[in-house]
């Protein structure tokens, strides 16, 4: 963790989200999204990036406590 924020710590949110999805970890990153104001950010940085990245929810159902489904941003309906 220490060399990759040595390495890649002076770029802002965008150019390090390209570089973490597209060299350091191709197809092996995803996110993770409370769909709070902060992951809307986020999810709209990462869909710029490579909108087929995948995104997990933990946000709970509150009548029925199962997850609300995982959707990627290239999915229909995420716009």
Same mark, same amino acid.
């Given at each position: 963790?220490?060399?990759?924020?040595?390495?890649?710590?002076?770029?802002?949110?965008?150019?390090?989200?390209?570089?973490?999805?597209?060299?350091?970890?191709?197809?092996?990153?995803?996110?993770?999204? @409370?769909?709070?104001?902060?992951?809307?950010?986020?999810?709209?940085?990462?869909?710029?990036?490579?909108?087929?990245?995948?995104?997990?929810?933990?946000?709970?159902?509150?009548? @029925?406590?199962?997850?609300?489904?995982?959707?990627?941003? @290239?999915?229909?309906?995420?716009?």
């Amino acid at each position: 963790m220490r060399e990759l924020a040595r390495e890649y710590g002076h770029l802002g949110g965008l150019d390090l989200l390209r570089v973490m999805i597209e060299d350091v970890f191709p197809g092996r990153i995803a996110v993770t999204t @409370s769909f709070g104001t902060e992951s809307a950010v986020l999810l709209d940085l990462v869909a710029r990036v490579d909108p087929a990245t995948p995104v997990i929810s933990w946000i709970r159902a509150s009548c @029925s406590r199962k997850p609300w489904p995982t959707v990627k941003p @290239s999915e229909p309906g995420w716009d």
